[in-house]
T-cell receptor
């Protein structure tokens, strides 16, 4: 069972470039989340989805877009990367709101 | 917005010692999660609890809803327990962005 898989695991971008991070889960979970982890701070919610075709903003959504066209996939896009988006990004999923969360291995993104 | 505080921020102990990590939060919650993150690694869920106490192997998690406080205990600590332990809460209220609110983590090192 793969659980939650994130691709890529590492990426270096130049300022202004765009990219998409992919999160895939094989547990038939309804809820999916994108978080970012920065030094000295707790993880912060970027966007989330409560089911296929739905998305909603989290705590720090600016500069990011998301899509959930298929239940198993949750994509995070950066249209024009900025150095402030250098971070480690984690995807998570849960069956419903009040159940255990499963996390991916993280994507380390550096914007230069 | 819930405020989650963990203590201590850093903890170094000798193998075999009993470890306690504390977590307090400011607003009523529906669930509290304890997570483990190894250096350079992903995040693994250890416990999800809304009342009382849970035990898994050498790990014990307790929560006091009235005092808005939770503790994670490790008995007979081992160097492989060295990791960052993260407390996260899910707010009871349904309004606003969904997702977990995270503490900054406790960096635990167990020396042989």
């Amino acid at each position: 069972n793969a659980g939650v898989t994130q691709t890529p695991k590492f990426r270096v971008l130049k300022t202004g470039q765009s990219m998409t991070l992919l999160c895939a889960q094989d547990m038939n979970h309804e809820y999916m989340y994108w978080y970012r982890q920065d030094p000295g701070m707790g993880l912060r919610l970027i966007h989330y989805s409560v089911g296929e075709g739905t998305t909603a903003k989290g705590e720090v959504p600016d500069g990011y877009n998301v899509s959930r066209l298929k239940k198993q996939n949750f994509l995070l896009g950066l249209e024009s990367a900025a150095p402030s988006q250098t971070s480690v990004y984690f995807c998570a999923s849960s069956y419903i709101r009040e159940t255990e969360a499963f996390f991916g291995q993280g994507t380390r993104l550096t914007v230069v | 917005k819930n405020e989650v505080e963990q203590s201590p921020q850093n903890l170094t102990a000798q193998e075999g010692e009993f470890i306690t990590i504390n977590c307090s939060y400011s607003v009523g919650i529906s669930a509290l999660h304890w997570l483990q993150q190894h250096p350079g690694g992903g995040i693994v869920s250890l416990f999800m609890l809304s009342s009382g106490k849970k035990k898994h192997g050498r790990l014990i998690a307790t929560i006091n809803i009235q005092e808005k406080h939770s503790s994670l205990h490790i008995t007979a600590s081992h160097p492989r327990d060295s990791a960052v332990y993260i407390c996260a809460v899910r707010d009871r209220s349904g309004g606003g962005a969904d997702g977990l609110t995270f503490g900054k983590g406790t960096h635990l090192i167990i020396q042989p």
